[in-house]
């Protein structure tokens, strides 16, 4: 609606005034106009027992796509009171996700990846979902994990459900192990012996006088904060404070350092730019590779992958790749947005892994079989520990800062941890302190 | 005196024949040099999507994949509704183009050959037109689609074509269309051509090699549009063919062999335009009889 | 007919072969480009209303640093890049203008790069400029030379984006194609027969004669050059060092929400680009011939 006051100050109103002529719309929502498509041809008449139409953007491949509609048919089918229609969007989600909602033609349910619920939040064009959860007595938000609830939080208001988490696990390639006759990494392990057989496994098997086994690769990937929080650092705290040069902090980022520049346990910077991180441990040069749980890393056919728990710091923590469902302010009827809503993030629970909700824990097997038992294992645990973002308004800007002052410069070596997180440190105060 | 002029002459004309040759053989030589300079990337482009994806990053680098693996195009093809985005697409850029070239052509005439009040200030707001940069017209351009009613069709990527197409367009032609003689029109109106005859059926024919760059501009510029579709388009079954490319780079990030694969089927009908128009490229249309 | 008349109907003429782009340029261009001379004055993050705030975002624009080394960033490119592309492509034209067996293959060959596109570029570019394993690099190494880190090294971005930029000559060697092919013979008839040398005739009739498209793709050679996001977006580069403008314009209106000062940012990109052109155009009757317009 803001953007529709906009349109009208913005001296657009004779130019729309001709073309609207030939849209007979009476309500202000256009997004109405749009849902044709591949609907039965019963919705559009003006029958009493109407479903309201609920549009659904999400994002995802051809195929996951079509088990995505097939996913919202049976949803739709369940329901007398809505039907969802499903709208994709090939690429750059955010550039087009951001142009619907601004041109007042915002889907009424929307995936949204952790890195934007707060800034969407805090523009109120999100549902504010607290009271339709309070009062849903078929829904109990504790049995979500905690921290994909915080999440999808913003300012104590919950706005989305979780649909999918994938914490960071660690992988192992079983055959350069053996090779190595070195033991397994499990949860016992620190930074110290992971750096450790890190560089154990890294060789020139045909000593031709290059290295072509790696212990460890990293390239931006998994985010600094992994290292950061592991030794009780922090970023940006939850409540905006800057922390990225507190000791903590530089103690995770010396422990990054060394992996990168120090070790000689990971491949040169351009050849991971050259044959990409996760196609190299794939190809079988890489020992130990920290992915997400929903990587294909662990079926490489002819290969023998397994996993566990990242190493840990002073605290035992790992990175969580989090996206919420959530809705539009502008949807006509919260009420049928809201159930829609939530069927369909449920749907979606028995389709992704991991599903946020700790009931669903013994399900990540049944969801996908083609997950070694040990990788399974290794996520269900980590979801305890799993931590996304700190969610600011603001992330995006944070997030090409910490890219450009802080982990960028470590992957090319050119400045120290300590002047690095100082330097990094200001420019956020500078960001944090205009608002 | 005759004799020596007759050896003289024999002598300038042996020499020419020289310089032809040598002429020709210096051609040849910037032909095939240049040629090799754009070949060899494309060629790596074509060896890379037949390659499977073991050996893709052997070093060093093999030209001639062992194995040949055909099977990436097929992968690559049936990984999504292929045929529906080239449908699509084709729908698209071939209507877009027409319009671009009529419509352009007609508007490029009326500022290179008519006089009007104000043409030149006009021509200007039609070069300030391409200055602005898109990304901040974006939202209240979709707005205003949006409120007609024209997502998730073809609409807004083809319509706006036939209303003078784009500002480059007109430009160019516009260029083109000053180099032709004054004298030709003049001669046509005392034939009894009126304005939109002369520029049927003089001005037009004269242009065929620029008519042609624009159509091939044109039909590549929209074959190759990513956010246009991007924004407009809500339904798969609608998707472009860069669109389906784009999910393709999402899902299989560094599967080069699958990109290069998609991306060389991609281009396909872009180049085969070029091969179509490249016909009328034939020297000196519009020089008969008029000069000299 | 009287005068005024005969005016009168000549205006009309010329309206109504232009009417499609006026129709379109009301229809379809006004209200957004009023629009986001509007936003320029504003606060707007596209999701809530407006605040109008003056020349806020101009100010803060002629302190940011990032600003300023974009531009800085963008015309080194540009004036690189923009001859470079010209004389390339009119000299590639005019090789594709002789007269020699196979000249259809050679031109699709030539046109070649400018339709491979996207991806596929980015992929390409990566492989050529690949410290290790990279064209250039691999052919340097051939020769005893240390290749250098293309796009990881702030001082080789720039280089080697111009470098690429040299990829997309192909348009404007086909406008030039396009035109040569209108150039009129006779006077290089009469020129061989005053035994010109083939530098002499290039000065004094390819040169002339191609002006007007000279002229064209001069422009649209600047223009493009300044508007360069599409590479940077995909490939990236060391920082700052590849910091083009329309990367943090876009930056600013699609990653930050920050319309109003990537409006702001479009606007004076506007300015400049306008100047440059008027520049130009103004000082085009010194060089430009026009053929239809010779008396």
Same mark, same amino acid.
């Given at each position: ?159 989305? !459900? ?78 905006? &404070? ?13 422990? !990054? ?11 040169? /910077? ?160 500078? !960001?944090? &302190?205009?608002? | ?144 689609? /949006? ?146 | ?60 624009? /002629? ?133 010109? /040398? ?98």
């Amino acid at each position: 609606m803001k953007a529709g006051k906009l349109v009208s100050s913005l001296g657009m109103v004779s130019l729309l005034a001709v073309m609207v002529a030939c849209n007979d719309e009476s309500s202000g929502n256009n997004a109405e106009n749009n849902n044709g498509g591949n609907n039965n041809g019963g919705n559009n008449d003006e029958g009493s027992a109407e479903k309201a139409n609920i549009d659904f953007a999400a994002w995802g491949g051809p195929e996951e796509i079509n088990e995505l509609q097939e996913l919202v048919d049976g949803v739709n089918e369940k329901s007398d009171e809505y039907e969802i229609n499903l709208i994709t969007i090939a690429d750059d989600y955010p550039t087009a996700l951001q142009t619907r909602v601004a041109g007042n033609n915002a889907p009424d349910i929307f995936y949204l990846s952790q890195e934007w619920v707060s800034t969407y939040a805090n523009s109120d064009v999100l549902l504010d979902l607290t009271e339709y959860v309070e009062n849903d007595e078929d829904l109990e938000l504790e049995h979500y994990y905690e921290d994909t609830i915080r999440v999808s939080s913003y300012d104590d208001k919950l706005y989305g !459900l979780p649909w999918i988490s994938n914490p960071v696990i660690l992988y192992y390639n079983v055959d350069i192990f053996d090779e190595a006759g070195i033991d397994y990494p499990d949860e016992s392990w620190d930074w110290d012996q992971f750096r450790d057989v890190a560089k154990e496994l890294t060789k020139d098997l045909n000593d031709d006088g290059r290295t072509d086994q790696w212990g460890f690769t990293t390239h931006g990937w998994p985010p600094t904060h992994q290292w950061i929080w592991s030794m009780g650092g922090d970023v940006v705290s939850q409540d905006g &404070e800057v922390l990225v040069d507190s000791p903590e902090s530089i103690e995770g980022l010396e422990i !990054l350092n060394s992996i990168l520049n120090e070790d000689e346990s990971i491949p040169a /910077s351009n050849t991971i730019e050259q044959q990409g991180l996760a196609e190299m441990f794939k190809a079988g040069r890489i020992g130990m590779f920290m992915g997400g749980a929903a990587d294909d890393l662990d079926r490489v056919e002819g290969m023998n992958v397994e996993a566990t728990v990242v190493p840990k710091g002073e605290e035992r923590v790992t990175f969580n790749w989090l996206a919420s469902m959530v809705a539009s302010a502008d949807t006509e009827d919260p009420d049928v947005t809201y159930q829609a809503l939530k069927d369909m993030t449920e749907a979606i629970h028995t389709w992704k892994i991991v599903p946020p909700d700790s009931r669903l824990a013994d399900t990540v097997l049944d969801i996908e079989p083609r997950k070694t038992e040990s990788a399974a294992q290794a996520m269900t645990e980590s979801m305890e520990f799993a931590r996304g973002f700190s969610g600011h308004p603001q992330q995006q800007q944070i997030d090409t800062i910490v890219w450009d002052h802080l982990t960028s410069p470590l992957i090319e070596g050119t400045g120290s941890p300590q002047e690095l997180a100082e330097d990094t440190a200001e420019q956020l105060r500078n !960001l944090l &302190e205009q608002e | 005196m005759a004799q020596k002029q007759a050896t003289s002459q024999n002598k300038a004309g042996s020499r020419k024949a020289l310089k032809t040759f040598l002429n020709k053989v210096f051609v040849y030589m910037a032909l095939f040099a240049g040629g090799f300079i754009f070949l060899v990337p494309f060629f790596w482009m074509v060896s890379t999507s037949l390659k499977d994806s073991a050996v893709i990053f052997q070093f060093p680098p093999q030209w001639i994949p062992d194995p040949i693996v055909w099977g990436n195009y097929v992968e690559a093809m049936t990984f999504a509704p292929f045929h529906l985005f080239f449908a699509n697409s084709l729908i698209i850029a071939s209507l877009s183009m027409i319009g671009e070239v009529f419509t352009g052509a007609l508007v490029a005439y009326g500022f290179a050959k008519l006089e009007f009040k104000g043409k030149n200030v006009l021509f200007i707001i039609v070069l300030a037109t391409m200055m602005l940069p898109g990304e901040v017209t974006m939202i209240p351009v979709f707005i205003m689609f /949006s409120s007609i009613g024209w997502i998730d069709t073809f609409l807004p990527l083809i319509v706006p074509s036939y209303f003078g197409g784009s500002a480059f367009f007109i430009f160019m032609l516009r260029q083109f269309f000053l180099g032709i003689p004054n004298e030709l029109e003049d001669a046509a109106r005392i034939d009894g051509c009126n304005t939109f005859q002369i520029f049927y059926k003089i001005a037009l024919p004269l242009s065929k090699p620029a008519l042609a760059v624009v159509a091939i501009f044109s039909f590549h510029g929209k074959w190759n549009d990513f956010l246009g579709p991007l924004i407009y388009l809500n339904s798969m079954e609608k998707y472009t063919v860069q669109l389906g490319l784009a999910m393709f780079q999402g899902m299989f990030q560094t599967e080069w062999s699958l990109l290069m694969a998609a991306s060389i089927v991609a281009l396909l009908p872009v180049l085969l335009i070029f091969f179509m128009f490249q016909k009328y490229f034939i020297e000196g249309i519009k020089l008969s009889g008029i000069k000299g | 007919m009287s005068d005024r008349k005969k005016v009168l109907k000549k205006n009309l003429e010329g309206y109504l072969f232009i009417s499609p782009w006026i129709l379109g340029m009301l229809l379809f261009t006004v209200g957004p480009v009023f629009a986001s001379f509007y936003i320029s004055f504003t606060d707007w993050n596209t999701f809530q209303s407006p605040n109008f705030v003056g020349f806020d975002n101009f100010v803060e624009l /002629s302190q940011d640093s990032k600003f300023w080394q974009s531009l800085k960033v963008t015309f080194t490119y540009a004036l690189f890049s923009v001859p470079l592309n010209l004389v390339g492509g009119l000299l590639a034209a005019m090789l594709l203008n002789q007269k020699v067996r196979g000249m259809k293959i050679f031109r699709t060959i030539f046109y070649l790069p400018a339709v491979v596109s996207g991806v596929a570029t980015a992929l390409l570019w990566r492989w050529i400029f690949n410290t290790d394993v990279g064209l250039i690099n691999s052919t340097l190494a051939k020769i005893g030379i240390d290749g250098p880190n293309w796009l990881g090294d702030p001082n080789f971005v720039l280089p080697s984006y111009i470098i690429m930029s040299l990829w997309g000559f192909g348009n404007a060697m086909l406008i030039f194609l396009a035109a040569l092919q209108d150039l009129p013979k006779q006077l290089y008839e009469s020129a061989d027969i005053d035994g010109a /040398s083939i530098l002499r005739k290039f000065w004094h009739i390819t040169l002339p004669q191609l002006s007007p498209i000279v002229l064209f793709n001069l422009i649209m050679g600047i223009i493009a050059a300044m508007k360069i996001f599409t590479e940077a977006y995909i490939i990236g580069g060391a920082g700052d060092a590849g910091l083009f403008y329309m990367l943090y314009l876009w930056q600013n209106a699609f990653q930050f929400m920050r319309m109003g000062y990537a409006s702001a940012m479009a606007w004076v990109f506007f300015i400049i680009i306008l100047a440059i052109t008027l520049l130009i155009i103004k000082s085009s009757p010194l060089w430009v011939y026009y053929e239809g317009k010779k008396k």
